[in-house]
């Protein structure tokens, strides 16, 4: 039915009105409490098997959504009742910004992709903060992605994280620091080695005891996905997140500026997980994002040697039953194989 839904009205809106559209219908389903319990009953991972403890924090299930639907932490609790194990939010800054000039997302149906240029436009830490605080009424792990806003130069980029960690960390189960979004400048030139380690470090000892992750970008040379793989584990760091959206075109027939995501993005993203397990898999939890779109990408990402497995292209294709659909058929595949619990699947074939 959402497919008819998204192929004869949807696709036919602007994608950034239909999205906006969208998150109004989840923060009003957040106001009616017990329609959100109902469906956290009925929608939600439940099964044993599916539960899994990652740094510390236990989730109800694998697969979560990633950064960039639910920007200023508006509808934690509605995403959670759907499905998601966990839900990130973000990615937010220090300071509130509009982001950049629209139209800036673009679908691409016939490739199952999504191109994007928001440009972390967002109300800013504070206001998240203040969201993050409010009672969900469901059970929910969050996680918080923090960026850099954009006015900030360079020179002020540590503390500006630091500023957004402080605010946050003590609100997250997780906090994230993203450095590989195409669409502010300058941002992912802090993936080198020698300017990310003074920033994850800052950040590191600002989020306290909350676990610290990086994101990075399937743009990486393999051999800065290995500097980075190291000094994550050097630092301590949680884990890392691979991979945010690529400026690579290769697969697509659109030349619109911005970060591509989705289907296209499904080999690379799974061979910088690979990449990652082989040279820190023992030391890092690894979470798995990009071309995520049914059980077997997310199935295949755990044997590669993801702990956690995050998805968002797929929602807008498939729609709010997406994650319950995952999640069913994952503890079947896990009952038909013999596993009992998720762990004994991630990194079998890594």
Request: with cysteine; glycine share 10%.
């Amino acid at each position: 039915m959402y497919r008819i839904v998204f192929t004869q009205v949807l696709s036919r809106f602007d994608a950034e009105a239909v999205h906006h559209l969208t998150i109004r219908a989840l923060r009003l389903l957040g106001l009616l409490p017990f329609v959100t319990r109902r469906l956290h009953r009925l929608l939600a991972p439940r099964e044993e098997s599916l539960r899994v403890t990652a740094f510390g924090v236990h989730f109800p299930g694998p697969f979560g959504l990633a950064a960039g639907f639910d920007k200023d932490a508006r509808c934690v609790a509605p995403l959670a009742a759907f499905g998601f194990g966990h839900v990130e939010v973000g990615t937010i800054t220090a300071h509130a910004q509009p982001g950049n000039p629209r139209p800036r997302l673009f679908r691409l149906p016939e490739s199952r992709a999504v191109i994007n240029r928001m440009g972390f436009n967002n109300a800013g830490a504070a206001e998240a903060a203040r969201r993050l605080r409010r009672p969900r009424g469901v059970p929910a792990v969050v996680g918080v992605n923090i960026g850099k806003t954009k006015v900030v130069p360079e020179s002020g980029a540590v503390d500006d994280y630091v500023t957004s960690a402080r605010l946050l960390a003590p609100l997250a189960d997780y906090l994230v620091v993203n450095v590989s979004s195409p669409n502010t400048p300058g941002l992912r030139d802090l993936q080198a080695v020698d300017r990310l380690r003074p920033l994850l470090a800052a950040v590191k000892e600002a989020a306290g005891r909350t676990p610290l992750l990086v994101k990075i970008a399937p743009d990486l040379a393999d051999e800065d996905v290995d500097a980075v793989a190291e000094l994550a584990a050097d630092l301590g760091l949680a884990g890392i997140i691979a991979t945010n959206t690529t400026i690579s075109r290769e697969g697509v027939a659109s030349t619109e500026a911005g970060g591509l995501s989705g289907r296209p993005l499904k080999a690379r993203s799974l061979e910088v997980l690979r990449r990652l397990h082989r040279k820190a898999g023992d030391r890092l939890t690894l979470v798995s994002v990009g071309g995520v779109e049914d059980v077997d990408d997310v199935w295949e990402r755990l044997l590669a040697g993801a702990t956690l497995v995050q998805g968002y292209t797929g929602l807008i294709y498939e729609g709010p039953l997406w994650p319950s659909r995952i999640n069913r058929a994952l503890a079947r595949r896990l009952r038909r194989h013999g596993h009992a619990s998720i762990r004994e699947v991630v990194g079998r074939t890594a």
